[in-house]
């Protein structure tokens, strides 16, 4: 059965974009539509579960760079799918599958915004390539998604069954990040690492790309392990502290319980350094970790948090403030509203063929030198964003807190 997410608003919300223009530099053509077209955006992310309070953010972006573009005589449309189930508690394979299809078989369908998880994408990938409709992410970071010799050996070319590229995210990818996680921790005086991952295809690339670097960088593994949701954790725990660890890194997302995880090493081990990447950098995993958190907690992020920013990017978070009565949304609501910008702008960009899927896609992958509320950057051959800004925090009194900009290691 479908899922739809609701919060009090209409599901679809039609806005009618009259006049002016998007900001930045998608390539493609088109000039003025003569004549009037109505066009959707979907989204597909997690609205149930633990990762439910950054993906209502990303759609609250979503939603106000619709509400802040103005294109002559177009009508877009906005529907946000839900790719979690209750019973599941995260995103489901099945239901991402049933969401990609439904993107395809509305042809008023002209860009899909989505995954929030990598293995969901790894999903609806293929069938939107089929499909040639265009996926742009504000949240995928799995390097094998989009960039060869990363992940897999067939990886990225069984996900474009049609050998055309469909897929573009404005996140940096993990190939960078989990390179910058263990530099960090060598910075932080870490000698011998416990690398644990929840196992999806997001939490063990990461936790891989962290593991060469950290032998890259001469660090000591005192143990390497996948470990699924559960209740408790206490014999990896007992593990950890028999290893000699002095700092743990999780590759994962909150969805898998990575909070009880630091719980139970915190029973045995009170000082022990954990760190993870952006999958934990969210206030829900300080929410659930509670004073476990309080001390020598670490994560990476891509970009800065809300508090530096600057420019367009403290324009922008001053109008969401505003509009959501919020103290500043988690990191990943402006990636929604710059990946919503890119799909608006491939729109506008089109002209008469605002409604022609082919043309929306030739658009964003067009886009070079986009000057948004990230900054100047470029989607390149592979479908990445030029972007390569990452920054480490750290857990205190639960809130996350800047500690500095991460260089990405040559």
């Known amino acids: 059965m479908q899922k739809r997410w609701t919060a009090g608003v209409a599901v679809v919300s039609a806005l009618a974009l009259l006049v002016g223009a998007c900001g930045g530099g998608t390539g493609g053509g088109g000039g003025g539509a003569s004549t009037s077209k109505t066009v959707k955006i979907m989204s597909s992310l997690p609205m149930t579960g633990a990762s439910r309070t950054q993906t209502v953010e990303i759609v609250n972006s979503i939603q106000l760079a619709i509400a802040d573009t103005k294109i002559n005589n177009v009508t877009v449309q906005f529907e946000a799918l839900d790719d979690a189930t209750a019973a599941k508690g995260s995103w489901d394979a099945a239901q991402e599958a049933e969401n990609a299809r439904k993107a395809i078989n509305d042809k008023s369908v002209v860009a899909y915004i989505g995954t929030y998880n990598s293995g969901a994408a790894k999903v609806s990938i293929p069938l939107l390539n089929q499909a040639g409709l265009v996926m742009v992410s504000p949240a995928n970071t799995y390097p094998g998604l989009t960039k060869p010799g990363k992940g897999e050996a067939d990886e990225p070319n069984k996900y474009y069954p049609n050998g055309k590229r469909n897929y573009f995210r404005v996140v940096p990818a993990d190939d960078l990040q989990g390179a910058v996680g263990a530099v960090w921790a060598k910075d932080l005086g870490a000698k011998k690492v416990y690398i644990v991952h929840d196992t999806e295809l997001y939490g063990k690339g990461i936790a891989d790309v962290f593991r060469a670097k950290a032998k890259d ?22 593990k950890v502290k028999d290893s000699g660890a002095d700092l743990v890194y999780y590759g994962g997302i909150v969805d898998n319980n990575p909070a009880v995880l630091l719980k139970d090493l915190r ?50 978070l001053k109008s969401y403030n505003a509009k959501y009565n919020n103290n500043n949304p988690n990191p990943y609501a402006i990636y929604g509203y710059e990946a919503a910008k890119v799909v608006l702008a491939a729109i506008a960009a089109a002209g008469d063929k605002a409604d022609d899927r082919q043309t929306v896609l ?46 990405v290691p040559q």
Request: hydrophobic share 35%; aromatic share 12%.
């Open 267 to 316: 029973a045995v081990l009170p000082t022990i350094k954990f760190m993870g990447p952006d999958g934990i950098n969210c206030s829900e995993f300080l929410k659930q970790a509670g004073p476990s958190a309080d001390q020598s907690v670490y994560s990476t992020f891509g970009g800065v948090p809300p508090e530096k920013y600057t420019g367009k990017a403290a324009d922008w």
């Open 217 to 238: 960088l001469g660090l000591t593994e005192a143990g390497y392990e996948g470990a699924q949701k559960a209740d408790n954790y206490r014999a990896l725990a007992n």
């Open 362 to 407: 030739t658009n964003v992958a067009g886009t070079k030198n986009y000057d948004g509320v990230l900054g100047k950057w470029s989607f390149d051959a592979n479908g990445d964003t030029t972007l390569t800004q990452f920054s480490g925090s750290q857990a205190k009194s639960g809130s996350w807190a800047f500690v500095k900009e991460l260089a």
